[in-house]
């Protein structure tokens, strides 16, 4: 890996693997969650506040940033670090998955992507070279080859285009990458044909990239496919580099994901679902605008130590929800956030310890690991 990267596995159980991923912003301890900063911004909540909750990374988005404020703007204003004012490490999505669920705005062709701006409708152009192009100007510690990512269920023969797209695209997206500052990750297509999965990461790491991820899972496909799909590839992916889960999940997707070797994810849920009331607890999820929950003196997880945890009541909670009041989506994802951060902990020292296998069968048992539903 260029200049100031690195990734060192330090502990493994089974197929799970303990490491740290070295950045110029500071480490990253794997297996990691990376709360998802689409516009430059944690939803609701500050870089401190995110920085409470034991989060090392963020994830931002291109194709977002591309269109506000832009990328010669985040350059002026010092770049992507100073303009969010997150001191940590940043990963930058390509845009190709925001490009893609555009249906009916966009025109794909080998070379990229034309499509009308969910803004104001104007036509824009998104090529591998722009996307590379803006990412370095961004100025994200870890950036991503522009891909293209088909929904599921989809026919073999258009999964089989949008990997060579890919791999095409991922030839231009290395030769356009100018920052030894930044790591480039290659990005694996090929639905949950593992066949074709294979093609494509062989002919990524014959290009040569700094990290690999999953892209194009959890887009519509069975869960039950998509983990055993990860069981029987994620195996094959290249041994020293951080293998990227894109997307995904639930607590449960997370524990499966890292028992098959995953190394990072992000995910919007932590935060989507705090915004509506879904509470991420031990006990399992709660939906803090029931009823139930008007007169209750309790905090939302009596084994969290998080800021909402510490001082705020369900009740009060449940309050400032109804109300409308920003505050409680706040806190809410405040908690959500640390949540996940605590099970990435739990996880990375039940690898050093040897007891993760003992660790994820309780856990899988538990309501934690359960989707959301009606409380008894």
């Known amino acids: 890996m260029?200049?100031?990267?690195?990734?060192?596995?330090?502990?493994?159980?089974?197929?799970a693997r303990r490491g740290v991923l070295s950045t110029p912003h500071g480490p990253i301890d794997t297996p990691a969650f990376m709360p998802v900063g689409t516009r430059a911004t944690v939803k609701g909540l500050t870089p401190e506040q995110v920085k409470q909750t034991g989060t090392q990374a963020v994830l931002a988005n291109t194709y977002h940033l591309m269109l506000r404020p832009g990328a010669d703007n985040v350059a002026e204003l010092g770049g992507l670090h100073r303009f969010m004012a997150w001191d940590g490490p940043i990963l930058t999505d390509s845009g190709?998955?925001?490009v893609f669920s555009l249906a009916d705005r966009r025109e794909v062709d080998d070379d990229g992507v034309s499509f009308r701006s969910h803004i104001d409708?104007?036509?824009?152009?998104?090529t591998p070279e722009s996307s590379?192009?803006?990412?370095?100007?961004?100025?994200?510690?870890?950036?991503?080859?522009?891909?293209?990512?088909?929904?599921?269920?989809?026919?073999?023969?258009?999964?089989?285009?949008?990997?060579?797209?890919?791999?095409?695209?991922?030839?231009?997206?290395?030769?356009?990458?100018?920052?030894?500052?930044?790591?480039?990750?290659g990005i694996v297509q090929g639905g949950l044909d593992v066949g074709l999965r294979?093609?494509?990461?062989?002919?990524?790491?014959?290009?040569?990239?700094?990290?690999?991820?999953?892209?194009?899972?959890?887009?519509?496909?069975?869960?039950?496919?998509?983990?055993?799909?990860?069981?029987?590839?994620?195996?094959?992916?290249?041994?020293?580099?951080p293998r990227y889960l894109m997307g995904v999940g639930t607590p449960a997707d997370l524990i499966a994901a890292v028992a098959a070797g995953?190394?990072?994810?992000?995910?919007?849920?932590?935060?989507?679902?705090?915004?509506?009331?879904?509470?991420?607890?031990?006990?399992?999820?709660?939906?803090?605008?029931?009823?139930?929950?008007r007169a209750s003196t309790e905090p939302l997880d009596a084994r969290c130590d998080c800021e909402t945890c510490r001082?705020?009541?369900?009740?009060?909670?449940?309050?400032?929800?109804?109300?409308?009041?920003?505050?409680?989506?706040?806190?809410?994802?405040?908690?959500?956030?640390?949540?996940?951060?605590?099970?990435?902990?739990?996880?990375?020292?039940?690898?050093e310890r040897g007891t993760f296998g003992t660790w994820r069968g309780e856990m899988e048992n538990s309501r934690v690991c359960r989707v959301i539903e009606e409380e008894p």
Request: positive net charge; aromatic residues 8%.
């Open 262 to 293: 995953v190394d990072q994810f992000d995910c919007v849920l932590p935060t989507r679902n705090g915004r509506k009331g879904y509470a991420f607890t031990s006990g399992g999820v709660l939906r803090m605008r029931n009823a139930r929950h």
């Open 132 to 185: 590379i192009r803006i990412q370095n100007q961004l100025g994200a510690d870890i950036i991503m080859a522009f891909d293209e990512c088909p929904p599921l269920p989809a026919e073999p023969r258009a999964l089989e285009k949008a990997v060579e797209r890919t791999v095409a695209w991922a030839r231009l997206s290395r030769a356009t990458h100018r920052r030894e500052d930044q790591a480039l990750y």
């Open 311 to 351: 001082n705020f009541s369900r009740g009060y909670l449940r309050h400032l929800l109804v109300c409308g009041e920003a505050l409680g989506a706040t806190l809410v994802s405040l908690h959500n956030v640390r949540f996940y951060q605590s099970l990435m902990r739990q996880m990375r020292e039940r690898i």
């Open 121 to 126: 409708g104007a036509a824009v152009r998104l």
């Open 96 to 98: 190709g998955y925001q």
């Open 198 to 241: 294979r093609r494509c990461l062989d002919e990524l790491v014959e290009i040569g990239f700094d990290g690999y991820a999953l892209g194009g899972l959890s887009v519509g496909e069975p869960v039950d496919e998509m983990l055993a799909l990860l069981r029987e590839f994620v195996s094959h992916m290249p041994e020293r580099r």
């Open 2 to 15: 260029p200049g100031a990267f690195s990734f060192e596995i330090q502990s493994r159980e089974g197929a």
